[in-house]
């Protein structure tokens, strides 16, 4: 199969077409040969006897119809191995750190296959990142998916590396790996992920894809699917916990439009494909643990959303396949609160599963529970004191008002290096939940009050 | 008849092929692996053929074969305690044929051939028989008597009945015209199974949730459906809705989300006692698990996969209820498929067809009486996921046409763990008036009055709350701050229920009556009081009212219940007043 056609008819945006030609697979892995000696990566779009159509990565400058076109006979994979830690690849798996290509183990499809639901283990093992607004109120298991929404400008990157430098399992030292995808984010960007990694030897334990902002977009449609089946190998077949980031999801999407519209496709809302959904799912649903195995994959993954909009197409369909969200607030970052995590429009769907008594401790929920509930109604509050002051609240409605504040101050701000244990957590949570009448506390069952509430201590002691 | 062709064309799950002398809806394999696929749009001597597999690497040229049958499920004893795809092949299967992760091109039987029955004849030599007929049973579970009928097209005189164990292929039962017949039939998942007539709907449909079964009712055979945005509670409600309805039998469709969810009800399923025969949940439930990262074309068979082993149960007499979540993600396959095929598209880029489709499937819901004189019932609760949030868009709006229940999740709710966040302003049942029967004689004749009262009190706080917003409570007259304060209580002690407390997860309505009564004699004593003159703050700030917060998490409820509402007595007894 090392024929080379020239056939091209038409080149249109990333896609050319080409006729007469053998029988070609669809998802085939294609050579463009330029005239100049360069040659491109594709993939096969659409085939039939009479048209191929291929979408070509590195995008379609200088190619033209005396290109020559070579198919691979097989759909895009990527070597693995072992060896792949440590390493910095290019988007497309190319090596960018002067190190030698990997000896492959193995070359696995890159789409992957879905994991069949009945093989799946319901992640359970909570991780600790430190953070309490994740750890107290929207826990994090192993083999959850669970990205940042954010936006252009808030410290989300400093989020997800504090997560990935604290983040363990408490009580267990198993293997761990981190895996790193970027799509089209800055040079700088990567660069502050990089130096990070260096600093604190996790690269070692890291693989890094790199597709950057003047890489080809097109490309970027590939490089989470790399990343992806790098750490389904490694925790597959090798037993690791693997950490997956992938930076930034709305980068990836830009890049999806980009290719639905240079096929003419008809688009589904603001421009986006029809099939987004079932693309992220694609890439989201590539974490989770398997029964009988060891090793796990969780993503925690980069979402800048467009104008801070979380209805928009990118936060929406990605928040119906994730398994809950942390979101990043301005309001909060502009307050100087780090993490400026706003709990409220945050949720860990796993988190009943990864938390409780044997896990981290009995009351966790009802805590969580209750906190959520007052800071929400602190935050109304706050609304309706800015038009009729504080005097026209009750006495109930100001302590609510003042337990907003806390919770803001105590509860959610931390410092950067700062990695609270799940009982600083929890202890936090109950130093703040003490300023409140008691009676209040309707979330939580009495025998918790009795256990844990500081003024019982007291009592007890 | 099988007839052999090539492919001309493919572009994802769409395939254009040639030669198969094809009719609508036949099932064919395509390619060397032999890929199964269904036709969906015949032109000229082309048909388009979608694939419920993944198409990478097949080639133009490649052979495919028409099997000149229907896309059908197989229906037999075996069904429960499966789990499926969207195609009916069991995922456990799957796993032993090809490991973790689903390869293409593996065949499954959905019914398994090795495994016997016991079946047990109900027909003689010579008894005539008809479309649906009971022929024999099988104890498929514990509680499940599985009949066993026959297919809706056949009739005629029993010549030969057999009594024994038997694989589901194996003929128990010869008619006079030599028609030999398994105790396994098939049925083309889409079209409906005939019944000999449709029923009104006039028993609710018991779920143990106490804003369901108390301020919105499904009847058994009623349509319902649950739109919210992502992570309003959704899957939640559906799986509280699977695990403690009163229903024979539970179909749970997994229709495009997440494989942990389905992961989660395999593990807990198996664990949890069915609360009206104490045996494990598994035992009564189907399901079906087209995740989202499985192919599209077998997301969108899902649906009707799963409404066909409904009807073969009801047509039983058992009360199906059947969730589907999300009918979202069935819409948004058809729009895929649709859009591949270069349609003309409608609203949204959904095809013309979408409010068609949606209304054939709810249609399937309903309480019948079956070919075989048996009175059975589907319900059907659908999860609809709309875009950013917003209800106005095409599928909620053409579920919203159809379904006569209408739970509306609300974010402001699930963000501050409201929950269920079901918006008890915006939500209705359309099965309150005809229901209001059954709830007096079952239930206590004051239930409906007590209802009504609750969602009254509910009503008004929101007027007060426009003002609140304006001035502060406090600004408020003490008799509305206490409506405020009443108002308050049914929010949060009756409507909010936890789905992971032990105890408050599932409630029967006899506490659901009780706590609701008991809320409302609260708030009768304190207007009472306040009315005579005592202040306002002594009546709100009594110990029992805080109690009576939490009674729904005893385990024994009736006794604490007791206990905070003689203690209610005595404090607004030392209050004084009059
Ligand atoms: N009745 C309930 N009791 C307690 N918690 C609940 C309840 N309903 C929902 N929740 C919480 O809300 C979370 C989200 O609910 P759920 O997964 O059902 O959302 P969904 O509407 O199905 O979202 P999606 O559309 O993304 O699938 C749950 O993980 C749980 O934490
Ligand atoms: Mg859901």
Redesign the pocket.
Known sequence: MTKEYKTIVEVSGPLIFLDKTEPVGYGELVQINLPDGTTKRGQVLDTSADMVVVQVFEGTVGLNEESGVVFSGETIKLPVSKDMLGRILSGAGEPLDGGPRIVPDERVDVNGAAMNPYSRMPPEDFIQTGISTIDGTNSLVRGQKLPIFSGAGLPHNEIALQIARQAKVPGSDEDFAVVFAAMGITNEEAQYFMEDFEKTGALERAVVFLNLADDPAVERIITPRMALTAAEYLAYEHDMHVLVILTDITNYCEALRQMGAAREEVPGRRGYPGYMYTDLASLYERAGVIKGLKGSVTQFSILTMPGDDITHPIPDLS??ITEGQIVVSRELHRKGIYPPINVLPS?S?L??SGIGDGKTRDDHKAVSDQMYAAYAEGRDLRGLVAIVGKEALSERDRKILEFADLFEDRFVRQSRDEDRTIDDTLRVAWEILSELPEAQLTRIDNKYIEKYHPAHQKTSE | MEVNGEIYRVAGPVVTVTGIKPRMYDVVKVGHEGLMGEVIKIQGAKATVQVYEDTSGIKPGEPVVNTGMPLSVELGPGLLESIYDGIQRPLQVLQEKMGNFIERGVTANGLDRERTWEFKPTVSNGDAVEGGSVIGVVQETANIEHKIMLPPTVSGTVKEIKSGSFRVDETVCVLADGTELPMMQKWPVRGPRPVAKKLMPTKPLITGQRILDGMFPVAKGGTAAIP?P????????QQ?LAKWSDTDIVVYIGCG??GNEMAEVLNEFPELEDPKTGRPLMERTVLIANTSNMPVAAREASVYTGITIAEYYRDMGYDVSLMA??SSRWAEAMREISSRLEEMPGEEGYPAYLSARLSEFYERAGSVNSLAGLDGSITVIG?V?PPGGDFSEPVTQNTLRIVKVFWA?DAKL?QRRH???INWLTSYSLYTQGLADWFSENVAPDWTDLRDNAMDLLQQESELQEIVQLVGSDALPEDQQLTLEIARMVREYFLQ????HPVDTYCPFEKQYKLLKSITKYGEMATAALESGVPMNKIITIESKDELAKVKYEEDFDAALDVVMAKMDEEFAQLGGN
């Open positions: 928040g119906y949720l769907r988190m009943n | 919210g992502f992570g309003s509670g959704k899957t939640v409600t509280q989300e997440r979540d999300s999860a996921s999740l699930s929950f269920p966040s229920q936890n789905a992971f």
